[in-house]
């Protein structure tokens, strides 16, 4: 049976933005004989200087720091590659009746001071720097229905639309990634993983059943996300068995995080029965992957999402901070 494109996990957030509160990185608890005092968040320092969110705020955690700086209300958090600039889209309005409207935002982490990069009549996500730093790619959510993959300078010039779904035997486009020499974007439409070049022209599709043995197992959330210094080398999600509690959970199976070797064709799974894992992404030395995710036992939690580090070869399993849709 087809997945629906409603994916799993897009539910699950829906279903725990209805529970959660604003949660910052620094949590207010109740200290006994302390009134109103307050404890951070366990932060684990690591390596990579990374952005994130909270659904609410975005947040750069410097390198080998345990204290994230929270820069501005917004969602998908992207790094620029020299590390100076996080671009990001603003809150949407998300009532029914609201019409589209989107806007990506670039801040400077030197001065702390914001641009507008592009404003458009459609939901934005999905952003990426190019692995050159020159262009940010980005969907675009049309009021047709249909998305619409595009690039933009930094400074939101020479905009160009790459590819519409329903286009060159793509249905849709879900989760777009830059290939490591940035001459083209992989991206997704439940049935085949595309690869599509900068002037737009598709040139590769390959059957995602080849890639994870059930092509029903992929949602709209999925990312297949190449290695920077392996590009035959994916990193992807899929949905898999849960343990029961996730099952009487949410009713739905778990997440797990994936490694296909496109020479190969070996597939390793990395992530263990009672860990969910989505928004891979990998560490700029190809070493570790950083993800968004939780333990089952994490599932009722008003906001359970993580975002944990993970080694290429499945160990070293680490938990970073409170967050999610990580990038480095």
Not at 46 to 63: G, K, Q
Not at 154 to 176: C, M, N, V, W, Y
Request: include cysteine; proline fraction near 6%; aromatic fraction near 8%.
């Amino acid at each position: 049976m087809r997945t629906n494109c409603v994916s799993r996990s897009a539910r699950v957030r829906a279903t725990l933005a209805v529970l959660s509160l604003v949660i910052e990185i620094v949590v207010p608890l109740q200290i006994a004989g302390q009134k109103g005092a307050t404890i951070a968040a366990r932060v684990t320092p690591t390596p990579d200087a990374l952005v994130f969110s909270d659904r609410n705020w975005v947040y750069y955690l410097a390198a080998n720091s345990s204290v994230p700086r929270k820069l501005a209300r917004g969602n998908f958090p992207a790094l620029s590659r020299d590390r100076q600039c996080v671009a990001y889209c603003l809150p949407q309005n998300s009532e029914v009746s609201a019409p589209a409207a989107g806007t990506v935002m670039l801040f400077d982490l030197s001065t702390g001071k914001t641009t507008t990069v592009l404003r458009a009549n459609a939901w934005i996500a999905h952003l990426r720097w190019s692995p050159n730093g020159e262009r940010i790619s980005l969907t675009l959510a049309l009021s047709s229905g249909k998305r619409e993959l595009d690039t933009v300078s930094r400074d939101g010039t020479h905009r160009q639309k790459l590819i519409t779904g329903g286009e060159q035997g793509a249905d849709d486009i879900f989760s777009p990634v830059w290939a490591p020499d940035g001459q083209s974007i992989y991206f997704q439409d439940m049935t085949n993983l595309f690869q599509v070049n900068t002037s737009g022209e598709v040139v590769a599709k390959t059957p995602l059943g080849a890639i994870t043995e059930e092509k029903e197992a992929v949602t709209s959330a999925d990312s297949f996300v190449p290695s920077p210094t392996d590009p035959n080398v994916l990193a992807y999600t899929r949905s898999v068995p849960g343990t029961p509690l996730f099952e009487r959970t949410f009713g739905e199976p778990n997440t797990a995080l994936f490694l296909y070797d496109l020479r190969t064709k070996s597939r390793k799974r990395l992530t263990s029965l009672d860990v969910l894992a989505m928004d891979p992404v990998w560490s700029r030395d190809g070493r570790f992957i950083y993800f968004t995710g939780y333990r089952d036992r994490e599932g009722r939690a008003s906001y359970p999402f993580k975002i944990y580090r993970i080694a290429r070869d499945g160990t070293g399993l680490i938990q970073i901070t409170s967050g999610e849709m990580p990038d480095v």
